[in-house]
């Protein structure tokens, strides 16, 4: 089954606005990756039982902002709008033990990948949606990750690493297996994440 418009418009848009982001070498290179094999062959089409979170009423103030932006990030937010009603929100992976406040200020979405609205195993693409004034914890992972920032939020990598904000079409990148979390302020965070499989697939 050929991949649907909505769903190539989000990923166009999604390679666009990392593009444009002040991205530097490496990053571009694990961006063209993941994008070049997103091009050139499709995964199978899927359609995940549609499922929202409670911080899920948090999407429509944070993709208003990002629309407000224009340029890149704007299309992004539209592409995202357009899927979003298609998409199963869940916790973090291996959260059954956080506590219920958190659980309560978070969720993510896969748009490529398991549990996405197009089933392969080499990529994985997908969003985080943090409420306000929310920590999601440190945690790791041997693929390789980049971030595209839709609205504001602090990044910090390392153990013992500080805070910094991206700022809004900015970038993050995490390498394999690096200690890396995520914070929102006072609007709400929210992110797409594009992750190489590769042999971790």
Request: proline share 6%.
């Amino acid at each position: 089954m050929e991949r649907s418009q909505q769903l190539q418009k989000f990923l166009k848009a999604t390679q666009n606005a990392f593009s444009a982001s002040g991205a530097k070498m490496d990053a571009l290179v694990v961006a063209d990756k993941i994008f070049s094999i997103a091009d050139a062959k499709s995964g199978v089409a899927a359609k995940p039982d549609a499922v929202e979170l409670p911080a899920c009423k948090y999407l429509g103030v944070a993709l208003e902002s990002a629309k407000a932006e224009g340029g890149p990030i704007a299309n992004l937010a539209l592409a995202l709008e357009g899927i979003a009603p298609h998409l199963k929100w869940g916790l973090r992976p291996n959260g059954e033990n956080d506590d219920a406040t958190f659980k309560a200020c978070h969720a993510n979405a896969v748009v490529v990948g398991k549990d996405g609205l197009e089933e392969r195993y080499d990529i994985r693409i997908g969003m985080s949606l943090l409420a306000p004034e929310t920590r999601y914890p440190d945690h790791r992972h041997p693929p390789e990750e980049i971030y595209t920032v839709l609205t504001p939020g602090e990044w910090k990598q390392g153990t013992d690493g500080k805070f910094k904000s991206p700022g809004i079409g900015g970038f993050v990148h995490n390498v394999p297996n690096i200690v890396h979390g995520m914070r929102s302020k006072d609007v709400p965070l929210l992110a797409v994440w594009s992750l190489w499989m590769g042999d971790n697939a």
